[in-house]
């Protein structure tokens, strides 16, 4: 939990100082500066459409993380049955779209805008670079983290990691002597051949890796928005994120029930998930007098912050998320199952990529 508050914190820190501009000709900034006024311009009444996406966008993303979480209480939609697989395939396709529709456009958009200079943002092709390095950091991470936690959390007996768990009423991941814990039996972990152990420890990176993701991008839009006062775009902005929350939260919420953290991870983790968009939009807000989002520093550091995390994304859902459930036995052995699975992945990818004409 303390890397994810790390990199909130890392986030948050690179916009603050979004308000000290790069040297642009005079030219380029005049028709920067012109393009941020204009008859949809009205912060009294952009005020109060901030304020409505603030409590919209919260219960939104409420609803959508921690349905998955209430989801024990009805069977058909437990982890193991099929309705589950279909719903998470869907949340997967929206969370692709994100990384494709939405994330990745925008970094283009901050990075090849005319307010920036033409050397070097215009000749060579930064967006897909980052998002590249951020997709193979992203795997260096889910490697070393699986290692880790393999070394640390099922090969060491006697408490350590899973010790810690325990007390946080998760379940452990070894074979804990001494805390009375026996899942399977140790000579299996020791091994490393308890396939049901490692799929949870996988889950469980999974679930912390594409949480980073999501915080990145989301502290990006928030404070977008907050910062704006173009009332004829915060207004569609509404709904499209209040859609993309809720499904990218359904996504997320499906991994984190599947990682089996206790009760106090979970919270964290959706306080973490549903907060940080409206986080970002007040601080957009309090900014705002400050801020430009015309200014080449904040183009260039919102630029690069969507690269990265469009990378992320991408990469999680392509190869944690979709290519994880699809390569599975569950899906597999059901060709009628994994038809339905690739028609919710188009449903859902399909839905947010029209979201992308508004967001």
């Not at 642009?24 to 204009?38: E, F, N, V």
């Not at 359904?250 to 983790?269: D, F, H, N, R, V």
């Not at 699809?326 to 990529?353: D, T």
Request: net charge positive; glycine share 10%.
């Amino acid at each position: 939990m303390a890397s994810i508050t790390k990199i909130k914190a890392i986030t948050i820190s690179l916009i603050l100082n979004l308000s000290f501009a790069l040297p642009a000709t005079a030219l380029a900034q005049q028709q920067c500066d012109s393009a941020s006024t204009g008859g949809c311009h009205d912060k009294a009444k952009s005020l109060q459409l901030k304020l409505i996406a603030i409590f919209s966008i919260l219960m939104a993303s409420m609803i959508g993380v921690c349905l998955p979480l209430f989801s024990r209480r009805i069977p058909a939609l437990m982890p193991d049955r099929d309705l589950f697989v279909v719903v998470k395939a869907f949340a997967s396709g929206v969370i692709l779209a994100t990384g494709y529709m939405h994330v990745l456009p925008d970094s283009f958009n901050a990075l090849m805008s005319n307010c920036l200079p033409v050397n070097p943002w215009k000749k060579f092709p930064f967006t897909t670079f980052v998002a590249m390095l951020s997709a193979i950091l992203t795997l260096m991470t889910d490697s070393f983290a699986m290692s880790y936690y393999k070394k640390h959390g099922i090969n060491r007996k006697g408490g350590g990691v899973d010790g810690e768990k325990e007390k946080n009423g998760e379940r452990g991941l070894g074979c804990v002597e001494n805390g009375g814990l026996h899942v399977g039996h140790c000579d299996e972990f020791n091994d490393g051949s308890n396939d049901k152990d490692s799929m949870l420890l996988r889950n469980r990176v999974v679930a912390q890796v594409l949480e980073i993701g999501i915080v990145v991008h989301s502290v990006v839009i928030g404070v977008s928005m907050g910062a704006s006062s173009n009332q004829c775009t915060i207004r569609p902005l509404i709904a499209a994120l209040c859609f993309h929350q809720l499904f990218e939260g359904m996504g997320l919420g499906g991994c984190i029930l599947q990682a089996e953290y206790g009760m106090k991870t979970k919270a964290i983790l959706v306080l973490f998930f549903s907060t940080t968009t409206p986080f970002g939009i007040v601080l957009g807000i309090g900014l705002s007098n400050v801020y430009s989002d015309r200014s080449p520093t904040a183009l260039i550091v919102v630029g690069l912050l969507n690269a990265s995390s469009a990378g992320l994304l991408n990469y999680m859902a392509l190869v944690d998320l979709l290519a994880a459930d699809f390569m599975g036995p569950k899906l597999q052995g059901s060709m009628r199952l994994q038809a339905w699975s690739y028609i919710a992945v188009l449903l859902g990818a399909g839905g947010m990529s029209v979201m992308a004409k508004w967001a």
